[in-house]
């Protein structure tokens, strides 16, 4: 067995992606839940570096860990979670679980084993000769080849984007608003108004004097 | 040099990458280090004199050893973690703020060739790394079991990754302009052009060009490293320190540390974006890391000079101002780019 740098890299980042996975299903606690699946986007980020797919790497990194799952332990934070009532229905959604499991190992033993998938993983594209950069190639095909079904994407993604915006967005009649171009066009004779008072100078010091003559 | 450094590399053989890796790490680290120690006095020291005020002048000549007393003060205090924290998590969110600023440095060139990662995809992988520094602020107000740190962890959480959206849109322009992912490749780029051909390179960086998104870049990062004015996320006034609020002697100087040095990254990263980098000003003069140095410590002042000036934003405002101001302008921006760009005005051919 070939036991160079990136290959032990591998192993490694592996076995820290098979334990993040783990501890996802089973950490009682759901924060620390949602950290290991953090951990768990990140070593697979790594993998993909280590496959010189640098671009989905970093993507990865600043799109779900940066983002997405910004948002989830944001959630995961605000909710009280009972761990143990949620427990409670183990063995009943036992079989259903295990049936997904098979359909899904099913699923990738298809894929892995099919013909179309085998050979291809293992050996370098052509685009990633070292001399070019991941990115710019990836780049350049997107915006050429698969140029209409990347604008449809694209497309798809805003249209889900306005519709969550959309969804969520109620105006109460009762919330009081505040107009930011009304604050900054405030002067300060809006706000203060300055009377001018006669002063009573006079009498405090005969006040005083009469003080000081009365001792 | 290569033939002094030979035997020293023989002497390791194999794992010579990974120790002459981690000097040039040390030698990126340790100056930072003594930076953001300096940057704290210098705070004072510029928001005393602002003020009319004298600033520290005990400890040492001129204050000069008030970092080192401080750092001193903060080793020898107890770290205390609150009953009912989430120990393990509550000393790792130190350190997950820290990592971020310092590992940012990898890709940073200080000057041609002096660049620790000279990376592809170096703007890609800053926008990966400034991305994670929020998992230290969350991590650290949850696991403080505390209601003042939760409520700056949600400010924080929040402000941060709006702003990120802004510096993001800001380094697209920059990145359509250089054509080019890699940090030396957008400082070179600046400095070719009519007016660098003329002698006067400072006309020719992207500032200049790319005036609205400078502005939009230096701003959001001064909201997305939490400082004032909009450092509502640690309010003294309000939510006392924020996600800090639990964390005593050395766990709380890391968090210290981790701002100062995201000010530093930002004020580098500016220059190297906006500010043609290491690129001299003008022609008769030579380029070289001096120049990034300057500038960067120019911008630091701006940071000092802003929070002396200006009041706290309100947390609405801040928010305005990152959704509903600068996500339009950038978009917009982004527009009017491209079409110059694609036109025959185009001064990026």
Redo the contacts between chains.
Sequence with gaps: MDLSFPTLCFYLFSAILVFAGLRVITSR?P??AV?HL?LAFFTSGMIWMLMQA??LA??I??IY???VM??F??VV?MLDMNVDRMREGFWRYLPVGLVVAAIMVAEMAVVLNGHYFSGVTLQPSPLTDGSL????ELAKIIFTDYAYPFELASLILLVAMIAAVMLTHRRRESARR?D?AQQIAVKARDRLVIHSVAPEKADVVTSAQQEESAK | MESFLQPVADLFGPLWVVVWTLVKIIAIVAPLMGAVAYMTLAERKVIGFMQVRIGPNRAGPFGLLQPVADGLKLLFKEIIAPTRA?KS?FFLGPVLAIAPALAAWAVVPFSDGLVLAN???GL??L???T??E??GV??SG?ASNSKYA?LG??RA?AQM?SY?LSLGFALICVLMVSGS??LTEIVTGQGEGYFASMGLGILSWNWLSLLPMFGVFFISGIAETNRAPFDVVEGESEIVAGHMIEYSGMSFAIFFLAEYANMILVSVLTTVFFLGGWLSPVGFLPDGIWWLLAKAAFLLFVFLWVRATFPRFRY??IM?LGWKVFIPLCLFWVFVLGIWIMSPLSIWK
């Design positions: 606690n924060v620390h950290l953090v640098e671009f970093i993507a990194v600043l860990i940066g983002a910004v948002l332990l944001f934070m950069s991941n990115t710019r505040i930011p | 989430s998590l990376v592809n995809a890609l992988f926008m990966a790394i991305s994670l929020v998992y969350i991590i949850w939760m962890t949600l959480a990754v990120e992912l890699n609405d405002q305005r």
